[in-house]
């Protein structure tokens, strides 16, 4: 892969052809095939006899790019993949110091109406206010909206997606908006209260360092909190109980 490809966030509504992929990450479609079988790649969505591919397979074969320029070879970044999906965070598996975790979910390209009705059409465009009401997506020019989180728009498309009605998700996202307002108050009121002859360089090196702490421990806590809500007190066994709920909800 071209390790000069662009690092620049993707439009969450991205929709590619395995060629037209192969082209933006500049790797022969045989590559993307073979990345496939050997499960470092999702497979992508079918749309009739044509397979779809998303942003995050972009990002995916940006991450394996990297990793590859690192010295990894293709059975361990599958190893290493296979561990983050199973909840470990990326920097643990990799072995990266504090000092490298830092990452925040930056906003994706705007996208149109048009884009997000492909992407949710159950909520685009009738119920549009309520998804700018939850923050999910934001206002940013005329028939534009930013994402300020690609990863939350990819939950509600996957809520819907595997059968949750609008108004459950809709729900579901007001709280998460809620508890990010409520955690960004108390943040900058802390950042704000600065602590008495301490040098200013190293409160901006403290807080441009822990905004991205933040949003890695917030998500890892929220992981953690919900397991323990749902009985799941090992990674490895978190299909099996959610199973075991899902059924006994059922019955």
Same mark, same amino acid.
């Given at each position: !892969?071209?390790?000069?490809?662009?690092?620049?966030?993707?439009?969450?509504?991205?929709?590619?052809? $395995?060629?037209?992929?192969?082209?933006?990450?500049?790797? =022969? /479609?045989?590559?993307?095939?073979?990345?496939?079988? +050997?499960?470092?790649? =999702? =497979? =992508?969505?079918?749309?009739?006899?044509?397979?779809?591919? %998303?942003?995050?397979?972009?990002?995916?074969?940006?991450?394996? @790019?990297?990793?590859?320029?690192?010295?990894? *070879?293709?059975?361990?970044?599958?190893?290493?993949? *296979?561990?983050?999906?199973?909840?470990?965070?990326?920097?643990?598996?990799?072995?990266? %110091?504090? &000092?490298?975790? /830092?990452?925040?979910?930056?906003?994706? $390209?705007?996208?149109?109406?048009?884009?997000? @009705?492909?992407?949710?059409?159950?909520? /685009?465009? &009738?119920?549009?206010?309520? !998804?700018?009401?939850?923050? $999910?997506?934001?206002?940013?020019?005329?028939?534009?909206?930013? +994402?300020?989180?690609?990863?939350?728009?990819?939950?509600?498309?996957?809520?819907?997606?595997?059968?949750?009605?609008?108004?459950?998700?809709?729900?579901?996202? *007001? +709280?998460?908006?809620?508890?990010?307002?409520?955690?960004? &108050?108390?943040?900058?009121?802390?950042?704000?209260?600065?602590? @008495?002859? /301490?040098?200013?360089?190293?409160? $901006? @090196?403290?807080?441009?360092?822990?905004?991205?702490?933040?949003?890695?421990?917030?998500?890892?806590?929220?992981?953690?909190?919900?397991?323990?809500?749902?009985?799941?007190?090992?990674?490895?066994?978190?299909?099996?109980?959610?199973?075991? +709920?899902?059924? &006994?909800?059922? *019955?």
């Amino acid at each position: !892969m071209r390790s000069d490809a662009t690092d620049a966030t993707p439009d969450p509504t991205l929709e590619l052809t $395995v060629d037209e992929l192969a082209r933006q990450v500049g790797l =022969p /479609v045989r590559t993307i095939r073979e990345y496939q079988t +050997v499960a470092l790649l =999702p =497979p =992508p969505r079918r749309q009739g006899r044509v397979g779809i591919y %998303g942003a995050s397979h972009l990002l995916r074969l940006r991450l394996i @790019a990297r990793l590859q320029e690192r010295g990894y *070879s293709l059975a361990g970044i599958r190893d290493l993949l *296979s561990a983050w999906r199973d909840g470990a965070e990326l920097g643990e598996v990799l072995g990266l %110091g504090p &000092d490298q975790l /830092v990452h925040i979910d930056e906003p994706g $390209v705007p996208a149109t109406t048009g884009q997000l @009705a492909r992407l949710l059409p159950d909520l /685009v465009p &009738d119920r549009i206010d309520d !998804m700018l009401a939850t923050g $999910v997506i934001e206002a940013c020019g005329p028939d534009r909206y930013c +994402v300020p989180s690609p990863s939350l728009l990819q939950l509600t498309t996957d809520a819907l997606a595997s059968g949750y009605g609008p108004d459950r998700i809709l729900d579901l996202l *007001s +709280v998460i908006s809620r508890a990010a307002d409520a955690i960004a &108050d108390a943040a900058s009121a802390a950042i704000a209260d600065r602590p @008495a002859g /301490v040098d200013t360089t190293g409160l $901006v @090196a403290f807080a441009t360092r822990g905004r991205g702490l933040l949003a890695h421990g917030t998500g890892r806590l929220t992981i953690y909190r919900l397991g323990r809500r749902l009985g799941i007190t090992d990674e490895a066994t978190a299909p099996e109980r959610l199973r075991q +709920v899902l059924e &006994d909800e059922e *019955s």
